[in-house]
């Protein structure tokens, strides 16, 4: 398995604009977590998905940002419109949990370092 | 509320030496505790993880970490420290009933020096 899948590597875009960050978890997985790092605010976790659907959206700054999963192999964290303060590494984590139980280690995608100017 | 906290936001050690990194954390049930590394510029690598069982988990790279729940820790060991070890590494805590909620704690930076 290639691991957790995030696209693009590197983001560079003007305040204002639309941001969409992409992650493709590693298959099987059925949790899948959203997390910014920051050096100010270390690895704050913004989302996270069991089964595509949104358990804890605790973490999301505010309502500039929106996470979704369509599928079980896909999800996107949308940034519109884009502050500078968003500037951060985003990082997308994958594991998998048994019904009400054992949590396997997240696997960690290689982040979407973000830059708003 | 679960809480992780690393109390050393930086550990210095001389190659070859003991490197202990320090994690208490704070549940309210049974925790599931996890350590990962992560290099400049890169994701985090998963280290090790204590589910049940033996107090003492073996992980990779020669790490291993020791579960004590009277005093809530979870410490990182590696008896001798290599320069290749430098890097910054993250205590993580779940419950084992909930819906997985991994919450990290801020990190400690880890220097080796030659």
């Known amino acids: 398995d290639a691991g957790v899948i995030q696209s693009p590597r590197h983001e560079v875009t003007e305040m204002g604009q639309e941001v969409t960050l992409r992650c493709k978890p590693i298959?099987?997985?059925?949790?899948l977590f959203w997390y910014r790092q920051t050096m100010m605010r270390g690895l704050e976790l913004l989302i996270y998905?069991?089964?595509?659907?949104?358990?804890?959206d605790s973490g999301m700054p505010e309502d500039r940002f929106s996470a979704k999963m369509p599928n079980a192999s896909f999800s996107t964290l949308k940034i519109q419109p884009s502050e500078p303060r968003d500037s951060a590494v985003y990082f997308c984590?994958?594991?998998?949990?048994?019904?009400?139980?054992?949590?396997?280690?997240?696997?960690f995608g290689q982040g979407t370092r973000l830059t708003v100017v | 509320a679960q809480s992780v906290a690393q109390p050393e936001d930086q550990v210095n050690v001389a190659e070859g030496n003991p490197l202990t990194v320090k994690c208490t954390y704070s549940?309210?049930?049974?925790?599931?505790l996890f350590w990962y590394v992560q290099y400049p510029n890169r994701g985090l690598q998963f280290l090790l993880k204590?589910?049940?069982?033996?107090?003492l988990v073996k992980g990779s790279y020669g790490f291993e970490a020791e579960f004590n729940k009277s005093q809530t820790s979870f410490h990182l060991k590696k008896p001798s420290a290599l320069v290749s070890d430098s890097a910054l590494y993250f205590c993580?805590?779940?419950?084992?009933?909930?819906?997985?909620?991994?919450?990290f704690g801020a990190g400690t930076q880890v220097v080796v020096t030659p």
């Open positions: 204590y589910i049940t069982g033996d107090n």
């Open positions: 993580a805590v779940t419950l084992g009933d909930s819906w997985g909620k991994l919450q």
């Open positions: 984590a994958s594991s998998f949990k048994w019904q009400g139980a054992t949590n396997t280690e997240a696997f």
């Open positions: 998905f069991n089964n595509n659907v949104p358990i804890d």
């Open positions: 549940v309210s049930g049974n925790p599931y």
């Open positions: 298959s099987g997985h059925n949790s």
